[in-house]
């Protein structure tokens, strides 16, 4: 198995280990977290990621709850290549199928237990996607630049009978070249009923999430506004307060401005009869 490596990839690896529901919202939140850091490729990297479909996450599940299943699987796959192309001497080709068939199935029991205990359909479709995907695995072992088990965005189809002949000629393939990820049917397998509420659950909750924000957004405005209506009428009876008592003022200045002008001319008055 390809050695896991780096933080990030840590980081990323969980991911894969949750239920399947918790996904898009543990890698949104992850992201998020990583641009905040100023990590945005790695943020980028980690946005990109699809949910893996219910298939897919339970062969990721083998993986994470016992590696070495998965690892003897691809062992024994580089083991009936080798005895295909006569590189294994003495090799019981008969008897490396039947075990690898034997370990495959078992497998296949195990991630239909998966599926079932996290509430997803283990149809005979999902079954059959199972198969393909385990099969994929064993068949392309860890050539470099392929899924990894436990980091799987989809399910997987085995190598094509030309792609197989040429391994077994030793060709070095291009990755890029020798795997369509894509489902293992050409159409579009319908989701489980169970993925199906999951997903729609996810979408009631993020809606949830954004009402009860836009509500508590909503609710601190409503008090802003309160506030700034109530320092509003203060100011205004202030000023209505302040208006009346400059028109009081301007009154009582006025009447003593006349007062003044009375007795300046009573002053006036009684100079001119002294001097008479």
Known sequence: ????????????????????????????????????????????????????????????????????SIERLLALGERVRK?????????????????????????????????EKAGHAASPDATRRVSATLESLAAWGDTDGLPQAGRLTADLDPPGFDTLVAMMGGKNLEASKVLAFRPASKAKPAEDPAATRARLREAVQAAEKVLREARRDADRAASAQAKADAHAEE?????????????????????TAQAVAEAERAVGRAKAALEA
């Open 1 to 68: 198995m390809a050695k896991r490596g780096s933080d990030i990839n840590a980081d990323i690896e969980a991911l894969f280990q949750l239920p399947l529901a918790d996904f898009t919202g543990a890698r949104n939140a992850l992201a998020k977290r990583l641009k905040g850091e100023g990590r945005t490729l790695d943020a980028e990297r980690v946005k990109a990621l699809p949910k893996p479909p219910a298939p897919a996450w339970a062969v990721n599940q083998l993986y994470w709850q016992d590696p070495k």
């Open 83 to 115: 005895a295909q192309t006569g590189k294994l001497k003495n090799a019981d080709l008969r008897a490396l199928l039947d075990e690898k068939k034997e370990m495959t199935t078992a497998l296949i029991t195990r991630a239909t237990a998966i599926l």
């Open 235 to 255: 100011l205004e009876a202030r000023y209505a307060e302040a208006k009346e008592e400059a028109r009081a003022a301007a009154s009582e200045a006025r009447k």
